[in-house]
């Protein structure tokens, strides 16, 4: 059995009042009346209606303020309000729309306009509160979405999570400044099988859900190649092909840095496919870039990658870093820059590994100026002992 409609008429014109009753009950609506604004506002919270016709001029509240308090109660904020204008309808219609009223209609109106102002009225009521509805389920998709995000950035975390190898000849420290929940930045170090010494950092493509599975993806396939090849070169190329194969038409790339380090000679080898170049902080001062191109992986077939190496000293400092500290803008539009990063690094060069890092992080965040944060901030600093 369908609902039946409610409508509320307040008025002190008893005979207008039954007038407006009399034609809407003919039309199958139940109607209340109240003879004035105080007896309006308690059968509206009563009854429930889905429309209000209201006098403008009464006892107590008069319609304005019957208006006001209708719409600001929410268990009424979505019923229908008409009030019946008096001899200032402009006056009246700015006053009303302040209140926050619907629509308006003369004393002198036909049955039929009467009829037609309801029935809009009844559809806006309907319509408002089904998208109240849908926005409260939206809201708990929402929530539920936010919970997984978070649980699945506790879990990408907790995978990706630098563990420092021991008895390495090296000493880490890492910083990781997400712009999302999930992310696409990763750093990772491991024992090789001869004792020498990887450390990567890796950024891929984008952000959010897929950003955060191919990164996790990429740090998988990438340690089950390592441990059985000796170049940072030919490891780029074994996980550009795992990546083709497992990537196909997402459209996604990672760029990287890998350097390997002996701490019997104290050589670094490095490649650096598609990722800003590392930086040498040497122990007296000076600052080298440290850069070995190559393709970005995930992309093409015919991949390439260089590879180097330098001579390292006790003391020095390798800086690793992904593209989001580099292309932080300020509220101009300029990008932070590596000229700034090595400006910055020259003035820490005393500082301890933890406050190095923290000095970056202060750095950029004060060139932001608080302008929008669009990627993730990734940074490791290692030092040989």
């Known amino acids: 059995m369908p609902e039946k409609k409610t409508i509320l008429i307040v008025g002190y014109d008893e005979d207008y009042r039954l007038k407006l009753q009399h034609i809407l009950q003919a039309d199958g609506y139940q109607v209340i009346t109240a003879a004035d604004g105080d007896a309006g506002l308690k059968k509206a919270t009563q009854v429930q209606p889905k429309v209000i016709i209201s006098e403008w001029l009464m006892s107590g509240l008069d319609g304005i303020a019957l208006c006001y308090n209708i719409k600001h109660d929410p268990t009424l904020a979505y019923v229908y309000f008409i009030l019946l204008t008096t001899d200032n309808p402009l006056e009246d219609k700015l006053l009303g729309l ?29 319509l408002e509160q089904e998208l109240a509805n849908k926005n409260k389920q939206l809201e ?36 990781y400044q997400p712009c999302a929940t999930l992310n696409g930045d990763m750093f990772d170090a491991m024992a090789l099988p001869d004792g020498r010494i990887g450390a990567l950092i890796a950024d891929v493509s984008g952000h959010g859900a897929s ?94 990658c260089d590879q180097a190496a330098i001579q390292l000293c006790s003391g020095d400092r390798i800086f690793y870093y992904t593209d989001g500290i580099l292309e932080q803008k300020d509220h101009t539009g300029q990008q932070f820059g590596s000229q700034r990063i090595i400006d910055t690094l020259e003035q820490l060069r005393q500082a301890s ?21 669009t990627d993730d901030y990734s940074m490791m600093v290692v030092e040989v002992e």
Request: with cysteine; glycine share 4%.
């Open 98 to 126: 302040a209140a926050g009223n619907n629509d308006y209609l003369a004393k002198s109106c036909s049955p039929d306009e009467l009829r037609i102002r309801v029935k809009v009225g009844l559809r806006v009521n309907r």
């Open 140 to 175: 708990v998709v929402i929530n539920a979405q936010q919970w997984e995000f978070t649980i699945a950035s506790k879990v990408q975390q907790a995978i990706l999570k630098l563990e420092e190898p021991k008895q390495s000849g090296l000493k880490f420290a890492s910083s």
């Open 211 to 304: 950003a955060s599975l191919i990164t996790i993806l990429f740090r998988t396939l990438f340690r089950s190649k390592v441990f059985d090849i000796s170049t940072t070169a030919e490891v780029f190329k074994q996980v550009n092909q795992s990546l083709l194969a497992s990537l196909e038409d997402l459209s996604s790339f990672v760029t990287a840095a890998f350097t390997i380090f002996d701490p019997k000679t104290k050589v670094l080898t490095y490649s650096t496919p598609g990722h800003p170049p590392l930086l040498l902080l040497r122990k007296d001062g000076s600052i080298e870039t440290l850069e070995a191109k190559g393709v970005m992986l995930g992309m093409f077939e015919d991949y390439w």
């Open 353 to 373: 590994l933890e406050q190095l890092l923290a000095g970056i992080l202060e750095a950029v965040s004060r060139y932001a100026q608080g302008t929008r944060v």
